[in-house]
């Protein structure tokens, strides 16, 4: 059994002076070891010196055993640290009360989320959070960076997006947060989270991470039938985001808002992956539901159903649907007098197109709707009935959410 180098060229001779890189290296690690072990020696007081620490002033003194003293400026104030002081008062806490029980005098905590103080005008001060941190909310809380908690008023909230707006009383409030622009962030470009995770008791909690990503669509289930209904588009961060953090802030290195933080994915063996929705994609949204407490979407009338979801035996046999057609939207039920109706269509209509543009399943067709028309516009829609192909105009009218 040889050895790795048995075989190699000898070794020459060592010169005299071999030991002068070692000891130059041992210099140095003692240093680092040094500078590493010294706070801890100064609260053991282990040193032949005294020394005193000023917080405030960021500076060491070193008492010289003469009576003299030196003070040593130690600044660890950073960027981040700074941001995280400007801005970390704007971060709030969002509690969810369910209502209170019949039989016991108290009220239920349903949930507890996180909030962001995004505006201030007159008399009140405006919080944006996360449609299911207050869904189904009797009442809503605000709790303030110092524990205080204020009523808060829901004045909107809309499920497509994830974004609901509190309002609250400016009394307390004496900051709100910058709006950045998410259009142009960077794919590793540093961000801060702040929010509470797990609850209030880790109230004001900062992460720091970078932007993995931009415009990542995450499907959505959104009423819970293991079907989806929606793609959220949202920046990827690996800024740690957890339960509790919903609706808290994402802030780039200018302190300003760019996202609200709003889901992680939570399966075994994935880490630092969270998503944040973009601030320009949630700014219009948080303008409709301030002035109106709801969102307008262009609508059709029907309920709608991807053609994915049904057995490929009745495409054919009893959709009568040619084999070149690969996806497309069922129209299982149709209101009378709403626009799909008056418009021509009919229950077991296929969709397969609006204004030209392919329509593969229900995310599809809301797609189109809801980010490229507004009520009151006029649609194409082409379709297929018992094997032929269809298209009609409709006049979208609207909906409220």
Known sequence: ??????????????SGKSWIIPSILGLILGIFLVILSLPTLIQANLLPYQFTIDDENNTITQGNGDGTTQSVNVNISTQVTDIVENVSNTVVGVVNIGGSDFWINQRNEAGTGSGVIYKLKG?????VTN??????????????????????????????SDLAVLRVSAEEVDQAIDLGSSENVKVGEPVIAIG?????????????????????VVPQDLNGDGVEDWHAEVIQTDAAINPGNSGGALINMQGQLIGINSMKIAQHAV???GFSIPIDVAKPIIDDLEEDGKIARPYMGIEPRSLSEIHSYHWQNTLKLPRSVEGGVVIEMIEPVAPASQGGLKRYDVIVALDGEPVMDVIDLRKHLYTKKNPGDEMTVTYYREGKQGEVSITLSAQEF
């Open 196 to 216: 509470n995770p797990l609850g209030l008791e880790f109230a004001g909690s900062v992460t720091q991470g970078i932007i993995s990503g931009k415009e990542r």
């Open 1 to 14: 059994m040889g050895y790795y180098d048995d075989h190699g060229p000898k070794r020459q001779e060592r």
């Open 131 to 160: 449609h299911h941190v207050v869904q189904g909310a009797s009442e809503v809380e605000v709790v303030l960076a110092d524990g205080s908690r204020i009523e808060a008023k829901l004045l909107g909230s809309d499920m497509f």
């Open 123 to 127: 008399q009140y001060a405006y919080v």
């Open 271 to 273: 880490e630092g992956i």
